[in-house]
């Protein structure tokens, strides 16, 4: 529940309560999906990149909701003068600011418990370094007297890192990127999917 103005509407008790309308909380679809690649070439020598880019959508995190539920979150760790920021009905139109200090379970996990879906809605977006790879070419003199026509040496690595992510997901180790279950009803929810593993390899590729 929130005030005209957006101040979250406590209780009386200065806890948060769940408004009985149901309203949309985001959209699963992004504005924005595509990729960008580029490489750069000297002497012999290149570097390529692949970026992975999703922008807008919102996704409904069921991980944040059973970290915030069990009080396992590193967003959880304050556990010390827990204090919402928002006001307290009069009773008579006005409203005063919250002082009431209330316990770790009413501060975490009532928001869970209390299905304040709000809660647990986060950003979809990411930007995501996916592939990085570095070259070299050996001159066509140094093969004159190999039977090699060209050799290329190269490192990858893949899903490095990501240069966006939504400051929750990245703080609880997961992911926006897959859905929980392979079907058009999971699409929009989040349940423990930690990022795709970090690769690094070594590429031979030569032609006789």
Known sequence: MR???????????????????????????????????????????????????????????FSKYQQMSRGVGVFTEDREHLVFDGVIANGDGTYRENDIVVTPENYYAQRAWGNIGEEFVLDASYIALR?????????????????????KLSLVGRNLFYLKRDAQMESMGLTPESAYAPNLAAQGFEASTSPSTRTYGFNLAFTL
Request: charge should be negative; proline fraction near 4%; glycine fraction near 14%.
């Open 3 to 61: 005030t005209e103005d957006g101040r979250l509407l406590l209780g009386s008790n200065g806890v948060v309560q769940q408004d009985a309308e149901r309203v949309v909380l985001g959209n699963i679809q992004p504005d924005v999906v595509g990729g960008l690649t580029n490489s750069f070439s000297y002497k012999g020598i290149t570097l390529s990149g692949l970026l992975d880019i999703r922008l807008g959508g919102e996704i409904f995190s």
């Open 131 to 151: 592939e990085l790879a570095l070259g070299y070419a050996f001159r066509p003199a140094f093969l004159d007297k190999t039977p090699f026509r060209s050799i």
